[in-house]
């Protein structure tokens, strides 16, 4: 069966799969969403005695429709191969009563790789598909770590051009490090002053500017984006949650069947989105579980049922998730308003002007099965510090907002079905912030000094991420207002 593509904003924009990936964003602002979600056609025991490249086979072959096997089984071997330094690319760690499931193990260590590692693959073969003779400008606005893993999949992609955006002052250092050291003739990466959400707001303007996209077709451009907007990020992070409940049927921790919760740290809400596709394709999942940081506007919305933007921006140390306009609840909003694209568009409209909108109570209702939780940074911190030395776990800052968030769902509901916490990042990629959850005193070192003190302490060994900025040079320089965006843009591309 075909699966349909369908703008959140206009019910009479359609796409197949290769063009809602090759476009990113539908036009007038709205986001793909799939008409359909077909059920998995293999049994759930079936899965448990496959690996992590055939379960996405099992799930991209139903998403992808207008894939053929040949082409969805090369951008799969290509993304999940030796770029990631585990062979199940995606292990299942039992610690501290639950499942901690590690999207970290690819060329970027953080969870953004499962996605980005298959996405240049999935989109070149788009172009071809679809007879795109005009070079690809992959647009990216990133709070930290969507820059390097899209930066490391388009660096040197023939036909592909990639522009980062990140918060100059709202990233890691690490992060910073990452990003400005990428090699690649056709990569390009921006510091504005602003915040995430700056960026994103800059880049959506620009796709959503016609006459631009008519400007840039005439110079033999066209943009797509690797932000989680696109599908085709969304449905490689269906993966992973039917590869980890599998995990547990082999395990002998549940029976096939039997419900598991998720916990995901949340920012955009793509990653929480893709556990949710899971359960529409038949995984049973009981409830999703959404962790914020200190800019916890949804964590109030799933309380209130009201999305309100209007408040300080916090500047956390969990910068991924640093965000106030998440841009996929949109096709969650589009989905409890019954699949109405005019409903949801006058939602939109309200946040764009007003910064705030409330969902009626009958979509309320719908909302049941997600639990909206948040995590301070003195809880976040005392989190590392209490798993570190009950199990000798060091977790990063992103994933212990999860896991705090986790504590206090089953302190306050008793409710102990087994788990899965989706970990986002490698701590490496945060050390100063963790080291310093463990002892305070670590705050005189370097960067690097924590790097080696890290390693001692976990014993788990430095990732070739980290070795490789440990003396790169920085490439990339460039600063600029959030007003001035599309000037980079264009200077960049020499239109
Ligand atoms: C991007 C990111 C998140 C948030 O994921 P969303 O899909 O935006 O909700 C959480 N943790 C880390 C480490 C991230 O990089």
Known sequence: MEVIYRSTRNANETATASQA???????????????????????????????????AYEVLKL???????????????????????????????????????????????????????????????????NGVENEIVILTATSGDTGKAALAGFADVPGTKIIVFYPKNGVSPIQEKQMVTQKGDNTFVVGITGNFDDAQTGVKKMFSDTELAAYMNEKGYQ?????????????????????????LVANGSIKAGDKINVVVPTGNFGNILAAYYAKEM???????????????????????????????????????????????????????????AQKNAELMRKLSSEGVYTITDEMKAKLDEFYGGYATEDETAQTINRIYNSD????????????????????????????????????????????????????????????????????????????????????????????????????????
């Open 63 to 129: 998403m992808l429709t207008d894939f053929s096997e040949e082409e969805l089984k090369y951008c799969i071997n290509s993304a999940y191969d030796k770029k990631f330094d585990t062979p199940v690319i995606a292990p299942l760690v039992n610690k501290a009563g639950a499942n901690y499931l590690e999207l970290f193990h690819g060329s970027t260590i953080a969870f953004k790789d499962m996605a980005l590692s298959i996405l240049p693959y999935l989109l070149t073969t788009s172009a071809k598909k």
């Open 223 to 247: 943009f797509s984006s690797a932000n989680s907007i696109n599908i085709g990020r969304l449905v490689p992070q269906i993966v992973y949650y039917v590869y980890a409940y599998s995990r």
């Open 282 to 340: 038949g995984l049973p999942i009981a409830k999703f579980i959404c962790a914020s940081n200190d800019n916890k506007v949804l964590y109030d919305f799933f309380k209130t049922g009201t999305y309100d933007r209007n408040r300080e921006f916090i500047l956390t140390t969990s910068p991924s998730m640093d965000i106030l306009i998440s841009s996929n609840l949109e096709r969650l909003i589009y989905k409890i308003a019954g699949n109405d």
């Open 392 to 495: 000798g776990y060091i977790m990063d800052t992103h994933t212990a907002v999860a896991a705090t968030v986790y504590d206090k769902y089953v302190n306050e509901t008793g409710d102990k079905t087994p788990t899965v916490i989706a970990s986002t990042a490698s701590p490496y990629k945060f050390t100063r912030s963790v080291m310093n959850a463990i002892d305070k005193a670590y705050d005189a070192k370097t960067d690097f000094e924590l790097v080696d003190e890290l390693n001692r302490l976990s014993g788990v060994s430095v990732p070739q991420a980290i070795e490789d900025i440990r003396s790169a040079a920085v490439l990339h320089d460039t600063v600029c207002d959030k007003e001035d965006m599309l000037k980079v843009v264009k200077e960049f591309l020499k239109i």
């Open 21 to 55: 990936i090759l476009k990113g964003l539908a036009n007038e602002g709205g986001l793909f969403v799939p008409d359909t979600i077909p059920s998995l056609d293999v049994s759930i025991e079936a899965l448990a005695d496959m690996n992590y490249q055939e379960i």
